[in-house]
């Protein structure tokens, strides 16, 4: 049972480059999260989405695009990097519980 | 959500009970009480939640005051992999969008 899985691992880009970030759970959950974690710091949310069809901006979400592709993948696009954009990324899904689940994460620089 | 209150470092003696407070003085009573933790480079993991009753599983025990204001995460033999850093997380369980708001949380050090 793989949980959430998030991809790439680890990823360099150079200041305006853009990316994405992929994410798919198989728990059948109906919503998904994309956080960052900055260094020392909690993690703050950026967007998330409540079911298929629909997402919403969380704290910090500006500089960045989400797709709810299906129920499975949630993906996260930074159209043009900054180096402000240099965090760790966490994607977690919820059941009706609001119990979250997290991905291993994804290490970006942004040079 | 409710703001809660936590000391940023614990440690405790491997073997031994880690007692992790958290205050949460303005909790409204659909509130529940979440706990996390982030091993290093890991992703949080959930670890237990409860209303208003003390709440049990496998990996720890919650107690929750009467009045709710504050509650206790116990983790009853604390080994060195449970050095982490902890969140206390007060919120309402709605059916969707359930977005958590993680503050500094607790950084437990776990020593032989």
């Known amino acids: 049972n793989a949980g959430v899985t998030q991809t790439p691992k680890f990823q360099v880009l150079k200041t305006g480059q853009s990316m994405t970030l992929q994410c798919a759970q198989d728990?059948?959950?109906?919503?998904m999260y994309w956080y960052r974690q900055d260094p020392g710091m909690g993690l703050r949310l950026i967007y998330y989405?409540?079911?298929?069809?629909?997402?919403d901006k969380g704290e910090v979400p500006n500089g960045y695009n989400v797709s709810r592709l299906n129920k499975r993948e949630f993906s996260l696009r930074l159209e043009s990097a900054a180096p402000s954009q240099t965090s760790v990324y966490f994607c977690?899904?919820?059941?009706?519980?609001?119990?979250?689940?997290f991905g291993a994460g994804t290490r970006l620089s942004v040079l | 959500d409710a703001k809660t209150t936590q000391p940023t470092s614990m440690d405790c003696a491997e073997g031994r009970a880690a007692n992790l407070p958290c205050n949460h003085s303005?909790?409204?009573?659909?509130?529940?009480v979440y706990w996390y933790r982030q091993i290093h480079s890991q992703g949080p993991q959930y670890i237990i939640h409860?209303?208003?009753n003390n709440e049990t599983n496998e990996m720890a025990s919650l107690i929750i005051t009467e009045d709710r204001k504050s509650s206790t995460l116990i983790l009853p033999h604390a080994t060195l992999r449970d050095t982490a850093v902890y969140y206390c997380?007060?919120?309402?369980?709605?059916?969707?969008?359930?977005?958590?708001?993680f503050g500094g949380g607790t950084r437990l050090m776990v020593k032989p």
């Open positions: 977690a899904s919820s059941s009706s519980k609001a119990i979250q689940y």
């Open positions: 728990m059948n959950h109906n919503s």
């Open positions: 989405s409540a079911s298929e069809g629909t997402t």
């Open positions: 303005t909790i409204s009573g659909n509130e529940y």
């Open positions: 409860g209303l208003k």
């Open positions: 997380i007060v919120r309402v369980a709605r059916n969707a969008g359930n977005m958590l708001t």
